[in-house]
């Protein structure tokens, strides 16, 4: 079968590839593992994940994007070029179209970054859609009609939040804050608070199996291990959901500012849609324990989950290469 198009939600955290008629074929970790002499790629997505922090000195585990935006070109290239290969094959007669997702405050360096390694890697075109939009999409959301959707999307890298209408985006913000930054800070927090030294895919692990915004019935508890900060050895300790809600106030206290932010930026009218049909949620980050709730809480606006959430904005962006031509005028970037 010749693939002549293909959509790429080409996140922080997770890269995931949508071909028409298909749908989601590939769901991996944005991560890639070279040698660190030749620079020569050893191992792409799951497998690579697994080498995070467990690296010798000769391999290098690294993510080729930070905060929405390509940090090493050419190992975002290689990555690419792997990924198009593994779906269409690596002698084709055809280059495919192929439609990628971006966050919305990108800057047109960076968004000109990624359309490059597309093309590179082997597109016959890039075009890039916005996120909100790409997420908007994938949650059966109506973007074109004259009536305000709002939407949030809370990623690996970034939040965007964008009020909808007619197509477009009517007022917006990004904010790099997302998942990532969440890790982080739970294993900054738990380094400061019990002089433990834990890797990042512990820390992801504790924000999904523990994490929550807002206390629960019932606290979760989780045991983990890592080095002790003073004598370096191994030890192991229990992390509460407690533990996780002090850790990431401030980056939520971002995102939470980002929301207001465009609610205040939102003409009347469309407040007014957007109180009448609420809020509604996408990307991993929507996934952490009660954050609809938290956002219900302090905007007033009443806050909804989509299905599925994590895969809204792939979706989305495989609905848009799929009407590659009616979308083309009106909310595309084409090189």
Same mark, same amino acid.
């Not at 030749?38 to 993510?63: C, F, H, Q, Y």
């Not at 990431?248 to 469309?270: F, R, W």
């Not at 302090?298 to 989509?306: I, K, S």
């Given at each position: 079968?010749?693939?002549?198009?293909?959509?790429?939600?080409?996140?922080?955290?997770?890269?995931?590839?949508?071909?028409?008629?298909?749908?989601?074929?590939?769901?991996?970790?944005?991560?890639?593992?070279?040698?660190?002499?030749?620079?020569?790629?050893?191992?792409?997505?799951?497998? *690579?994940?697994?080498?995070?922090?467990? /690296?010798?000195?000769?391999? #290098? +585990? @690294?993510?080729?994007?930070?905060?929405?935006? !390509? =940090?090493?070109?050419?190992?975002?290239?290689?990555?690419?070029?792997?990924?198009?290969?593994?779906?269409?094959?690596?002698?084709?007669?055809?280059?495919?179209?192929?439609?990628?997702?971006?966050?919305?405050?990108?800057?047109?360096?960076?968004?000109?970054?990624?359309?490059?390694?597309?093309?590179? *890697?082997?597109?016959?075109?890039?075009? /890039?859609?916005?996120?909100? #939009? +790409? @997420?908007?999409?994938?949650?059966?959301?109506? !973007? =074109?009609?004259?009536?305000?959707?709002?939407?949030?999307?809370?990623?690996?890298?970034?939040?965007?939040?964008?009020?909808?209408?007619?197509?477009?985006?009517?007022?917006?913000?990004?904010?790099?804050?997302?998942?990532?930054?969440?890790?982080?800070?739970?294993?900054?927090?738990?380094?400061?608070?019990?002089?433990?030294?834990?890797?990042?895919?512990?820390?992801?692990? #504790?924000?999904?199996?523990?994490?929550?915004?807002?206390?629960?019935?019932?606290?979760?508890?989780?045991?983990?291990?890592?080095?002790?900060?003073?004598?370096?050895?191994?030890?192991?300790?229990?992390?509460?959901?407690?533990?996780?809600?002090?850790?990431?106030?401030?980056?939520?206290?971002?995102?939470?500012?980002?929301?207001?932010?465009?609610?205040?930026?939102?003409?009347?009218?469309?407040?007014?849609?957007?109180?009448?049909?609420? #809020?509604?949620?996408?990307?991993?980050?929507?996934?952490?324990?009660?954050?609809?709730?938290?956002?219900?809480?302090?905007?007033?606006?009443?806050?909804?989950?989509?299905?599925?959430?994590?895969?809204?904005?792939?979706?989305?962006?495989?609905?848009?290469?799929?009407?590659?031509?009616?979308?083309?005028?009106?909310?595309?970037?084409?090189?």
């Amino acid at each position: 079968m010749i693939i002549r198009r293909i959509g790429i939600d080409l996140g922080t955290t997770n890269i995931l590839v949508h071909i028409p008629g298909k749908g989601i074929v590939i769901d991996e970790p944005c991560v890639v593992a070279l040698e660190a002499a030749t620079n020569k790629v050893v191992a792409i997505g799951d497998e *690579a994940k697994k080498m995070l922090g467990r /690296t010798p000195d000769s391999i #290098i +585990a @690294a993510r080729p994007l930070r905060d929405g935006a !390509i =940090a090493n070109f050419r190992i975002a290239e290689a990555m690419l070029s792997h990924y198009i290969n593994r779906v269409s094959g690596r002698i084709r007669l055809l280059r495919p179209d192929i439609m990628l997702s971006i966050p919305a405050g990108i800057t047109s360096t960076e968004r000109r970054a990624i359309v490059d390694a597309t093309i590179q *890697a082997g597109a016959k075109n890039a075009y /890039t859609i916005k996120e909100p #939009i +790409a @997420a908007a999409l994938g949650a059966k959301i109506p !973007i =074109a009609s004259s009536s305000g959707n709002m939407i949030i999307d809370i990623g690996g890298g970034t939040s965007e939040v964008a009020v909808i209408a007619l197509g477009d985006i009517v007022a917006s913000t990004s904010v790099r804050v997302g998942g990532n930054k969440f890790d982080q800070a739970i294993a900054n927090y738990i380094r400061k608070k019990h002089n433990l030294i834990i890797g990042e895919q512990t820390a992801e692990d #504790i924000k999904i199996k523990v994490g929550s915004v807002m206390p629960l019935r019932k606290e979760l508890q989780m045991e983990v291990s890592g080095s002790n900060t003073i004598t370096g050895l191994p030890e192991s300790i229990i992390v509460t959901t407690e533990d996780v809600m002090f850790a990431i106030k401030d980056e939520l206290n971002e995102v939470i500012g980002a929301v207001k932010s465009v609610l205040q930026k939102t003409p009347p009218e469309l407040a007014s849609d957007v109180m009448d049909k609420g #809020i509604v949620m996408t990307g991993g980050g929507s996934l952490l324990r009660n954050i609809d709730n938290l956002l219900t809480k302090v905007t007033g606006v009443p806050c909804q989950v989509a299905e599925d959430a994590r895969l809204c904005v792939v979706r989305g962006t495989g609905t848009a290469v799929e009407n590659l031509d009616d979308y083309k005028r009106s909310i595309l970037w084409a090189k």
